[in-house]
């Protein structure tokens, strides 16, 4: 499932809403269940280069920068 192609059809990225989320779809493992966990690739990798916030400050979850996400 890591072709480019696939379409994740309930996901929508958090930080710059597309959706759904085509290709890789990366989920946090820290923050709760819920609409905004999922990053689409640019924003997973916004988010490894330090220019996307996760989490948003509409979640309530640990301090930014202990977050975990699975491809």
Wanted: one cysteine or more; proline letters at 11%; glycine letters at 8%.
């Amino acid at each position: 499932m890591n072709s480019p192609d696939v379409v994740h059809v309930w996901s929508h990225c958090h930080n710059c809403g597309l959706s759904p989320i085509i290709g890789p779809c990366f989920r946090c493992e820290i923050c709760p269940q819920g609409p905004d966990i999922d990053l689409c690739t640019t924003c997973y990798e916004g988010y490894r280069d330090g220019w996307v916030v996760h989490p948003d400050e509409a979640i309530a979850a640990p301090k930014p920068g202990t977050h975990r996400f699975r491809r």
